[in-house]
Nanobody, 118 residues
């Protein structure tokens, strides 16, 4: 498993941008998939974006074209660039990883709060 610390959240107006960072406690070079998730009040946690060790990415339909996930293996860090933010993007954002494609996701961290005002 990989332990992570998320950062970069904050309050932003609609249409603005934020970049979230996910610092891992170990090398992520061999970790198959890293992902960003979010959970809004009263809602279930949902996948936002994932990136494999080969750089293949996947996005939730609601963020396609606005969010970009990337990974810097040398820094053991995964990023989520969020542009054109909307009030409905307001949530606590979490990062996680799974060592193999079939592995379960690791333990959840504290997350970072993103609040988008209208």
């Amino acid at each position: 498993q990989v332990q992570v610390v998320e950062s970069g959240g904050g309050l932003v107006q609609a249409g603005g941008s934020l970049r979230l960072s996910c610092a891992a406690s170990r090398s992520i070079f061999t970790i198959n998939t890293m992902g960003w998730f979010r959970q809004a009040p009263g809602k279930q946690r949902e996948m936002v974006a994932t990136i494999t060790s080969r750089g293949n990415t996947a996005y939730a339909d609601s963020v396609k074209g606005r969010f970009t996930i990337s990974r810097d293996n040398a820094k053991n860090t995964v990023y989520l660039q969020m542009n054109s933010l909307k009030p409905e993007d307001t949530a606590v954002y979490y990062c996680n990883g799974r060592v193999l494609a079939a592995s379960p996701w690791g333990s959840w961290g504290q997350g970072t709060q993103v609040t988008v005002s209208s």
